[in-house]
């Protein structure tokens, strides 16, 4: 029980000093209002080009805020070294990075929410499938907060969190099929593809949205369960081999 008050308290502490700020909550809803607003006037193919757009915009609002907030927190704490009197608490460092990592999940699964509202007074949402969606949707905010984990762990400064970060990011923006099919791109980029959990997470937003999902529900959230466990794995043996042994 006091582990799991201890896991509560991180997160309660890390939602009140960077997600709940007045800027944080402003840029969490103007990025993704930006990419929805943009892609929405830019396709000019009228009210059946949301339904093909809305899973990219879903994924790229979880994608961007998940890991910018995390890297960034992260990192910050690791130079003023409260994160390293952190990890002095009596709790397990699963637990404790679970805490660390609960904030930045909460805030992705939010930023999903702005597309959707959006495209409600735009066009029909009735026949979207929410079963698949909603755990999709929190597939690709644990796997992208795990991404974001594995960036803060890996670097020391805050300027090279943003850079490493975009360097997943920008290639899963036109290679993971968000906004056109990855059958679409050269046979030689396809399995570069393939590589990226997000390709995944977006297969199952496409065919939950508008029915057009290349490969089976149960292949994909395996995908996505096995990076979810590889990134965390990762980053808690960075933790270890960096500030604990």
Excluded at 219 to 227: A, E, G, I, K, P
């Amino acid at each position: 029980m006091r582990r799991w008050i201890a896991f509560w308290n991180i997160l309660l502490k890390d939602m009140r000093a960077y997600y709940l700020k007045p800027p944080n909550i402003s840029w969490g809803m103007l990025f993704p209002l930006a990419w929805t607003g943009m892609f929405f006037i830019r396709s000019g193919r009228g009210l059946e080009s949301v339904l093909s757009l809305l899973p990219g915009l879903v994924a790229i609002s979880v994608l961007f805020g998940t890991t910018s907030m995390l890297a960034v927190t992260v990192t910050f704490e690791k130079k003023s070294r409260s994160f390293e009197r952190l990890l002095l608490a009596p709790v397990p460092l699963e637990l404790l990075m679970l805490a660390k990592t609960g904030g930045a999940i909460l805030f992705g699964v939010a930023n999903a929410c702005v597309p959707f509202v959006l495209a409600l007074f735009i066009t029909d949402l009735s026949d979207v499938l929410w079963l698949p969606l909603v755990p999709a949707v929190v597939a690709i905010a644990v796997v992208s907060t795990f991404l974001g984990l594995f960036i803060a762990v890996s670097v020391s400064e805050v300027f090279e969190a943003q850079t490493f970060s975009n360097f997943f990011r920008f290639p899963m923006i036109f290679l993971c099929g968000l906004f056109f099919p990855v059958e679409a791109l050269p046979f030689f980029l396809r399995p570069v593809s393939y590589l990226l959990p997000l390709t995944y997470g977006v297969d199952i937003l496409h065919g939950a949205i508008n029915g057009r999902n290349t490969m089976p529900l149960s292949l994909d959230f395996s995908v996505l369960c096995m990076y979810c466990v590889a990134l965390f794995s990762f980053s808690l043996r960075g933790i270890n081999r960096k500030w604990i042994t």
